[in-house]
């Protein structure tokens, strides 16, 4: 009889999992169709086919949602090797690497993040996620200066360091940058060089000469 009773719970567990899932993926796929509506909890339920108390009965809240769908984002992309760049014994070669996840992540999810800014932009609690997430990077762009140590020779004031990478490492600033031609990894060399310069360090080129 336990055992009827545990094999049910793994089945019901399978089931949730299942559906917060699919839930997940229908949020997924509305940022990334350019003809779908805006996004919101009602146009994720719709997409997922499930009634708007699902959806909060899955993930408590929006704000569940939310991290539910970055956490997503990032594992489908080049984030998942985030903690391999921290383990880089170069810190230079760990700030390339570092701009260059970025640029790639940006790219793949391209359409996705530009909805979601959009929709940032009405949605007070999504906007709170989007920046609670966002701090994420404001943490490494902290330990990478914290490495790289006395090398740093900011052009900028050294108590503003870490908001300028912040910036310059955000998704308006490949997306600036690449316009309507270009992929924000196309750019991730131009903000490797323009934060070196900031920094102070050579560029990626003349390092790899003076080798």
């Known amino acids: 009889m336990a055992k009827r009773r545990t094999y049910t719970a793994v089945e019901r567990q399978r089931a949730v999992d299942a559906g917060r899932e699919r839930i997940v993926v229908a949020a997924r796929d509305l ?13 994720v339920a719709r997409r997922a086919g499930v009634a708007r108390m699902t959806v909060y009965n899955q993930f408590e809240s929006k704000a569940g949602l939310l991290e539910a769908l970055f956490d997503s984002l990032a594992l489908r992309g080049p984030l998942g090797q985030m903690a391999d760049i921290f383990k880089e014994p170069d810190p230079l070669v760990a700030l390339d690497e570092y701009i260059a996840i970025f640029a790639r ?4 999810n391209r359409r996705a993040h530009r909805r979601l800014r959009a929709a940032a932009l009405h949605d007070e609690e999504l906007a709170t996620a989007m ?5 994420r990077r404001r943490k490494g762009v902290t330990e990478l200066l914290r490495r790289l140590g006395s090398r740093v020779r900011p052009v900028v004031p ?9 910036v310059l490492l955000s998704f308006d600033t490949f997306d600036a940058f690449a316009g309507a031609r270009r992929t924000p990894e196309d750019v ?20 790899r000469r003076n080798s």
């Open 31 to 43: 940022l990334e169709d350019d003809e779908a509506e805006g996004f919101s909890i009602d146009a």
């Open 131 to 135: 920046e609670r997430r966002n701090e």
């Open 188 to 207: 991730a060399p131009v903000v490797s060089r323009v934060i070196r310069g900031i920094l102070g360090l050579e560029t990626a080129d003349a390092t």
């Open 105 to 108: 992540f940006w790219t793949l």
């Open 158 to 166: 050294r108590d503003e360091l870490v908001n300028v990478l912040y």
